[in-house]
C-alpha cells in the first residue's frame, strides 16, 4: 500500500511529453565504446517519448523517414521507472532536472551504461 503511494508521487512529477536531446554511452571496458550524441528533431529524425498519467507510455521513433512505435506501461518506484513492453521490460533509473528527464539505464556485459537525456515539450 505504501510503494503504491510512493508511485502515485512520482507519476505526476513524469508525465509529459519528452524529446530525446541526446544520447551517452560511459564506462565501457573498451573506452571507444564511450559516446555522447546530441540529438536534434528533424521531420525525418525525432524520438519522442509520451508518459500519461494512467500509467502508460508511448515512444515514438522517426529514423531516416521511418516511423516506429513502442507502448506499453510504466511503474515508478522511487527513482527507478520499469517500461514493460509486450514480451520484455526495461528498468531505468531517472532524474528530472530543469525540464529534463534522464534515464539511466544499468551497465551491460560490457560495461557500458546508457544515459537518454529527453527535454520536456
Not at 6 to 20: A, M, Q, R, S, W
Request: hydrophobic residues 25%.
Amino acid at each position: 500500500m505504501f510503494a503504491s503511494c510512493d508511485d502515485d508521487e512520482n507519476i505526476p512529477k513524469i508525465v509529459g511529453i519528452y524529446t530525446l536531446t541526446e544520447e551517452s554511452v560511459s564506462g565501457c571496458n573498451d573506452p571507444l565504446e564511450n559516446v555522447t550524441e546530441p540529438k536534434t528533431c528533424t521531420a525525418s529524425d525525432c524520438t519522442t517519448l509520451t508518459l500519461s498519467g494512467d500509467g502508460t507510455f508511448s515512444e515514438v521513433e522517426i529514423d531516416n523517414g521511418v516511423t516506429t512505435t513502442d507502448s506499453g506501461t510504466y511503474v515508478v518506484n522511487g527513482t527507478q521507472i520499469t517500461f514493460t513492453y509486450p514480451g520484455d521490460s526495461d528498468v531505468a533509473e531517472f532524474t528530472l532536472n530543469s525540464g529534463n528527464l534522464v534515464l539511466t539505464y544499468p551497465a551491460d556485459g560490457d560495461g557500458c551504461v546508457e544515459a537518454d537525456t529527453y527535454g520536456k515539450n
